[in-house]
């Protein structure tokens, strides 16, 4: 009986229920860009261009284009292509073809078109369907029926799709991974974007979700799970109070003697009252000696002060984030040093360190598996 019912459990929905903003979003979206494609239609009825009409599948183009703009399979350049190569082979195919066959060739060349195009769009075989079951105005029209009207109103619909997402806060189209931008999730998940591209191959998932789609998905979970690996802690608890500082006037001499006798790598820089106004590090002590030659090591200035070498302190973290949320953020900026701030005083300092020893004692206190 159980497993009767496990059967039939992949017959009911799978998708998650929609929220019911995002069906009215979804909804008046498809209604304006259908809405523009047939306003364009009748502007080409009042220029005598009879070629120009809409073709059903733009309603499954719609589909895609305002309820999964994320998806691959919507972007414009498989909606475009996809549905202007569907109705090319559609009429290559029913040229040759007779009526009965003509209807499965061009569906299944249209597939095999779209995937060496990289242009996999699903309304694309409704497309080149429609025009094997009807021929009349492709044949009439020739190869330009592809331009127009399928590839001038799918054009349409995909330029109100990515003005709507936009407006209604949907990133469309979806900006593919750059190898060189950083920024992007993969390089903080220690995988590259080739490795992304490999799990979603293993799991026959490419056509479904995109590279950075997945590297968002992983860092968002990788986050979620150290906030609750850790929860309750905040920064103020682990961070270090023993605080040594300096301030804007302090000279550089004067800031290597307390590296010097400290053993430290930091120095936060702070005006009255504790306000914190930047950090100096060591590295950045080294470069300005080492930027007046061999010999600044001896022939230091005297007159030079910490506020000419020190960084801006717009990395500093307030007392009370969770530290789960601090580790992603250490992960994506290699920082060493995290200022740790009330208000705008300068209340503790986090390294890299103190962030190994929490995660060291965590592992510590999980029982063996």
Same mark, same amino acid.
């Given at each position: 009986?159980?497993?009767?019912?496990?059967a039939?459990?992949?017959? %009911?929905?799978?998708?998650?229920?929609?929220h019911?903003?995002e069906q009215?979003?979804?909804?008046?979206?498809?209604?304006?860009? !259908?809405?523009?494609?047939a306003?364009?239609?009748?502007?080409?009825?009042?220029?005598?261009?009879s070629? =120009? #009409?809409?073709?059903?599948? /733009?309603?499954?183009?719609a $589909? =895609?284009v305002f309820?999964?703009?994320?998806s691959?399979?919507? #972007?414009? @350049?498989?909606?475009i292509i996809?549905?202007?190569?569907?109705?090319? $082979?559609?009429l290559l *195919? !029913?040229?040759?073809?007779?009526?009965? @066959?003509?209807?499965?060739?061009? *569906?299944?060349?249209?597939?095999?078109?779209?995937?060496?195009?990289r242009?996999?769009?699903?309304?694309?075989g409704?497309?080149? /369907?429609?025009t094997? +079951?009807?021929?009349?105005?492709?044949?009439?029209?020739?190869?330009?029926?592809? $331009?127009?009207?399928?590839?001038?109103?799918?054009?349409?619909?995909?330029?109100?799709?990515? /003005?709507y997402?936009?407006?209604?806060?949907?990133?469309y189209? %979806?900006? &593919?991974?750059?190898t060189?931008?950083?920024?992007?999730?993969?390089?903080?998940l220690g995988?590259?974007?080739?490795q992304?591209?490999?799990?979603?191959?293993q %799991?026959?998932?490419?056509?479904?979700?995109?590279?950075?789609?997945?590297?968002?998905? +992983?860092?968002?979970?990788?986050?979620?799970a150290? &906030?609750?690996? %850790?929860?309750?802690?905040?920064?103020?608890d682990?961070?270090?109070?023993?605080l !040594?500082?300096?301030?804007?006037?302090?000279?550089?001499p004067?800031?290597?003697? /307390?590296?010097?006798?400290?053993?430290?790598?930091? +120095?936060?820089v702070?005006?009255?009252?504790?306000e914190?106004?930047?950090?100096?590090? &060591?590295?950045?002590?080294?470069?300005?000696?080492t930027?007046?030659?061999k010999l600044? @090591?001896?022939?230091?200035?005297?007159?030079?002060?910490v506020?000419?070498?020190?960084?801006p302190?717009?990395r500093?973290?307030?007392?009370?984030?969770? *530290?789960?949320? +601090?580790?992603?953020?250490l992960?994506?900026?290699?920082?060493?040093?995290?200022p740790?701030?009330?208000?705008?005083?300068?209340?503790?300092?986090?390294?890299?360190?103190?962030? !190994?020893?929490?995660?060291? &004692?965590?592992?510590?206190?999980?029982?063996?598996?």
């Amino acid at each position: 009986m159980r497993n009767r019912m496990r059967a039939w459990h992949h017959l %009911f929905p799978a998708l998650p229920p929609f929220h019911g903003a995002e069906q009215m979003r979804a909804g008046l979206g498809a209604l304006l860009g !259908i809405g523009l494609c047939a306003a364009l239609v009748s502007v080409g009825v009042a220029l005598d261009l009879s070629s =120009l #009409q809409l073709v059903a599948p /733009l309603g499954a183009t719609a $589909v =895609l284009v305002f309820c999964v703009p994320n998806s691959p399979l919507a #972007q414009p @350049w498989s909606a475009i292509i996809g549905n202007m190569i569907s109705a090319m $082979v559609a009429l290559l *195919v !029913i040229q040759v073809l007779p009526a009965p @066959w003509a209807s499965g060739v061009a *569906v299944g060349v249209a597939i095999v078109a779209m995937m060496l195009l990289r242009a996999l769009h699903p309304p694309g075989g409704a497309v080149a /369907l429609l025009t094997a +079951l009807d021929p009349g105005p492709a044949l009439g029209a020739g190869m330009i029926y592809a $331009v127009m009207p399928v590839g001038l109103t799918t054009a349409a619909l995909v330029l109100s799709a990515v /003005l709507y997402n936009r407006a209604t806060g949907r990133m469309y189209p %979806f900006r &593919q991974p750059d190898t060189q931008d950083v920024s992007t999730p993969a390089p903080r998940l220690g995988l590259t974007n080739e490795q992304l591209g490999a799990l979603l191959d293993q %799991f026959n998932q490419s056509t479904n979700l995109g590279v950075a789609d997945l590297g968002r998905l +992983l860092a968002a979970a990788e986050a979620q799970a150290a &906030q609750h690996r %850790f929860d309750g802690t905040t920064c103020a608890d682990v961070m270090a109070t023993n605080l !040594i500082t300096v301030q804007p006037a302090t000279t550089i001499p004067e800031a290597l003697k /307390l590296f010097r006798r400290h053993a430290i790598k930091s +120095l936060p820089v702070v005006g009255t009252d504790m306000e914190l106004q930047g950090l100096v590090l &060591q590295v950045d002590l080294l470069g300005a000696l080492t930027a007046q030659g061999k010999l600044a @090591w001896t022939r230091i200035s005297p007159r030079r002060r910490v506020s000419d070498v020190m960084r801006p302190a717009d990395r500093a973290v307030p007392h009370d984030l969770p *530290v789960g949320a +601090l580790l992603n953020r250490l992960a994506a900026d290699g920082s060493e040093v995290i200022p740790v701030t009330q208000g705008n005083r300068l209340v503790g300092i986090l390294t890299r360190s103190d962030i !190994i020893r929490l995660l060291l &004692q965590g592992s510590e206190e999980r029982p063996a598996a």
